[in-house]
T-cell receptor, first 110, second 116 residues
Framework: GQNIDQPTEMTATEGAIVQINCTYQ??????LFWYQQHAGEAPTFLSY????GLEEKGRFSSFLSRSKGYSYLLLKELQMKDSASYLC???????????FGTGTRLKVLA | DAGITQSPRHKVTETGTPVTLRCHQT?????MYWYRQDPGHGLRLIHY???????DKGEVSDGYSVSRSKTEDFLLTLESATSSQTSVYFC???????????????FGPGTRLTVL
């Protein structure tokens, strides 16, 4: 079956670092995506990993281990505006279908 | 920002009535998707399109139909709305630049549908 797991909720302090984990079991794999979604808004693209390793983009980094079916999103120097849901998604094999996890709601406290 | 709009943005309807949601893009992207988002379930794929008149089912397609007669428009129809179809509906587009490409999705603003 297809399954993507993420923690439901996390809390962190402004200025800190937080790591959001995602594990997946899918019939095929052709890339892992992270999206940010503020309450009441549409998801927006954050990062993409298709090969093992770390991808860094400013305060945000994403890591992938295909052999372990595991990814994480690392957010550094947290700001209040980072309070949002973070969605992990996998593109299925040789298709253009995407499977989403249920999302992790991050609360950043002052 | 990708040019993608959804209409209507909000709709309240009664059980048993037909409803059509529209997604319109100005990016000339090949792939278009309809998702529903519900608490505890995340984004679930209803249907997607990989070209004009080419569509395929997603994981929650029962009770929904779609049509794509032009590249820029993707319509989602609820033939006879039920209360279980109360949800937020998102349209998304993706360029389809070959299977090795990044091909991230760009999402529309969403439609909040309430079925009474």
């Amino acid at each position: 079956g297809q399954n993507i797991d993420q923690p439901t909720e996390m809390t962190a302090t402004e200025g800190a670092i937080v790591q959001i984990n995602c594990t997946y079991q899918t019939s095929g794999f052709n890339g892992l995506f992270w999206y940010q979604q503020h309450a009441g808004e549409a998801p927006t693209f954050l990062s993409y990993n298709v090969l093992d390793g770390l991808e860094e983009k400013g305060r945000f980094s994403s890591f992938l281990s295909r052999s372990k079916g595991y990814s994480y999103l690392l957010l550094k120097e947290l700001q209040m505006k980072d309070s949002a849901s973070y969605l992990c998604a996998v593109r299925d094999g040789g298709t253009y279908k995407y499977i989403f996890g249920t999302g992790t709601r991050l609360k950043v406290l002052a | 920002d990708a040019g993608i709009t959804q209409s209507p943005r909000h709709k309240v309807t009664e059980t048993g009535t037909p409803v059509t949601l529209r997604c319109h893009q100005t990016e000339n992207h090949r792939y278009m998707y309809w998702y529903r988002q519900d608490p505890g379930h995340g984004l679930r794929l209803i249907h997607y399109s990989y070209g004009v008149k080419d569509t395929d089912k997603g994981e929650v397609s029962d009770g929904y139909s779609v049509s794509r007669s032009k590249t820029e428009d993707f319509l989602l129809t609820l033939e006879s709305a039920t209360s279980s179809q109360t949800s937020v509906y998102f349209c998304a587009i993706s360029p389809g630049l070959g299977i090795a490409g990044r091909n991230e999705q760009f999402f529309g603003p969403g439609t909040r549908l309430t079925v009474l």
